[in-house]
């Protein structure tokens, strides 16, 4: 048995991203790593360079009184995050999704992944 007989891409619904392997175990990590790191980085993140791909939300600094600069900077953050998000998770087989929890962010969900099968 051939690795190409454990990759299957996902359905065809999911347009640009219908070339990226589902994950399913260790053994496709690696493709399916470098594929969705190049889908992150196609819509502008990457999730190795931290100023980018940051866990956590900004903040403002009189939380009661936000600048606007800084409203924008905590939406677009979490328009970002959950951009991210929803392509890592089109990504997974349902047991690896039931693994990551709801309320981590993109980069958590990430290093969550590569703990377990990196």
């Given amino acids: 048995m051939n690795l190409d007989d454990h990759l299957t891409p996902l359905s065809s619904g999911m347009g640009k991203f219908n070339h990226i392997v589902e994950l399913t175990g260790t053994d496709i ?12 980085a196609g819509n502008g993140a990457d999730p190795n360079d931290v100023t980018e791909f940051t866990s956590v939300m900004p903040t403002a600094v009189t939380p009661a009184q936000p600048m606007s600069a800084e409203l924008t900077s905590m939406k677009d953050w979490v328009k970002e995050d959950a951009q991210a998000k929803a392509i890592i998770g089109r ?3 349902p047991i690896v999704q039931n693994m990551l929890g709801k309320k981590l962010t993109a980069h958590q969900q990430w290093d969550a992944l590569s703990k377990c099968f990196g």
């Fill in 29 to 40: 990590y690696p493709s399916w790593r470098r594929a969705v790191k190049l889908a992150l």
């Fill in 91 to 93: 990504q997974l087989s």
